[in-house]
């Protein structure tokens, strides 16, 4: 019987403390009102993060120098690891496999948009509007390849050839 009543005497004192800072947070509440329509002018540190660039893409490719020819030696280099690590999902026609196929995909994207979607593959499938259209016909999500930011580019060059670039 004493320790109910000890139980009971206790809860009562932790009611009574919760009910208190209850209190205390609904004054700062009211504070914080009050303060509120001049904290809406002020911006937040940093800012809102920028929107999503749909040319570019979302990684850390902001710009990709093309030359005006076909860089040969980059071009071989995409080849292999296109035909170790690509093919079995991609086409060099226009032709869907698993994935859409190549012809065409460097008119359709800018360089930043292929180097990033190759090297950032789960964002870019989360962010953008034409990879995620892609992901509808294809109903197979592009598992990310871990390529070095050099496969990446040489698998870009090889696009580029396959595209008629010389
Ligand atoms: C397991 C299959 C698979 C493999 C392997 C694969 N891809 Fe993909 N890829 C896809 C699918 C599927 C899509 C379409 C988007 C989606 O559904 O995720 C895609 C889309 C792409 C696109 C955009 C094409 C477009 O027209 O929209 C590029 C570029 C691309 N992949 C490059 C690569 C490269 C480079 C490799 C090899 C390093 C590779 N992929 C390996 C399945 C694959």
Redo the contacts with the bound molecule.
């Keep these: 019987m004493k320790k109910i009543i000890v139980i009971a005497i206790l809860s009562l004192l932790l009611f009574a403390c919760s009910e208190n800072s209850d209190k205390v947070s609904q004054s700062s509440d009211k504070i914080s009102a009050v303060d509120e329509p001049n904290t809406e002018k002020i911006p937040t540190p940093g800012g809102e993060p920028p929107p999503y660039d749909p040319i570019r893409g979302t990684g850390k490719f902001s710009h990709v120098d093309i030359g005006n020819n076909l860089d040969v030696t980059m071009a071989t280099g995409g080849e292999k ?2 035909t170790a ?2 093919s ?3 086409k060099l026609t226009d032709e869907r496999l ?3 196929g190549w012809k065409g ?1 460097t008119t ?1 994207y800018k360089p930043e948009w ?1 180097m990033n ?2 090297t950032n593959t789960d964002e870019m ?1 989360n962010k953008d509007p ?2 995620q259209a ?2 509808e016909i ?1 109903l ?4 990310n ?1 871990n ?1 070095e930011d050099v496969d990446a580019r040489q ?1 870009l060059e090889f696009m580029r050839k396959n595209d008629g670039a010389k």
């Design positions: 690891i296109y690590r690509c079995g999902c991609h698993v994935g859409p995909v359709r292929i979607f190759v499938l034409k990879a892609q992901l294809c197979v999500r592009m598992p390849q390529l698998l």
